[in-house]
């Protein structure tokens, strides 16, 4: 909207595009917006919590690595964040995530490694660079068709990634990752800041996630409720 302002031929149209370009900036920036955006993406699904089957296998997607300047790979914070969410509950764990970018370690692997003999045992399924191929990973393992899985994500994706876990014959039921998703209000989340722009941005890439899946034939609205 910015760049139409400076090019648009008309300077009314230029003045009308600048002003939406801050209104947006504004309103994305600010948490509320986007914890409010988020909320039908976690409460769209059953509640393990509601279920009470502590024997289910627990499935953790995994959200990033980097390494740092010394050249080692750590988890990301999301990563960490469904990992220790997780592991307060019974059941088998699967670490489940192959690394979208070529040429850098399996996600499963690194986190793994970082929490390795430290917790519990667990069983990593370093495949799938997204979401469907992660749930595809998992049917291969030989969980049996239609049997119940634990889900723990970040509140934004769990969703989409239990949609994709449906189209593959499993029944989901879930956790969410203590994030900023599922804090309370504060009265600073009603300011505009970078980090509200930033929450609003994983919000707007699991829409679109979920959008694209639909158009490719990946999943069906039916696996969304």
């Known amino acids: 909207m910015v760049i139409i302002s400076f090019v648009a031929p008309s300077k009314r149209i230029r003045k009308i595009f600048l002003f939406l370009g801050a209104v947006l900036l504004l309103v994305t920036g600010i948490p509320v917006t986007a914890k409010l955006v988020a909320w039908p993406l976690f409460i769209s699904v059953d509640s393990y919590d509601e279920v009470n089957k502590p ?18 790979w750590w988890p990301g914070r999301r990563s960490v964040f469904r990992y220790q969410t997780a592991k307060q509950y019974p059941g088998q764990l699967f670490l489940v995530g192959a690394n979208p970018k070529s040429g850098e370690p399996p996600e499963a692997e690194i986190i793994g490694q970082y929490f390795a003999q430290k917790d519990r045992t ?3 399924v370093a495949e799938g660079r997204n979401s469907i191929e992660s749930a595809k990973a998992l049917k291969r393992l030989g969980l049996e068709r239609d049997s119940i899985v634990h889900l723990v994500t970040s509140p934004s994706h769990t969703l989409r990634m239990a949609a994709v876990l449906r189209a593959q014959g499993f029944k989901v039921v879930a956790s969410v990752a203590a994030e900023d998703f599922t804090q309370p209000l504060k009265p600073i989340d009603f300011i505009p800041r970078i980090d509200g722009i930033s929450l609003f941005h994983q919000v707007s890439y699991e829409y679109f996630g979920i959008v694209l899946y639909l158009f490719r034939g990946d999943i069906s609205l039916k696996h969304l409720f």
Request: positive net charge; proline residues 14%; aromatic residues 10%.
């Open 55 to 72: 024997t289910l296998p627990i499935v953790v997607p995994t959200a990033g690595i980097y390494k740092d300047p010394n050249g080692r």
């Open 122 to 124: 667990f069983t990593i």
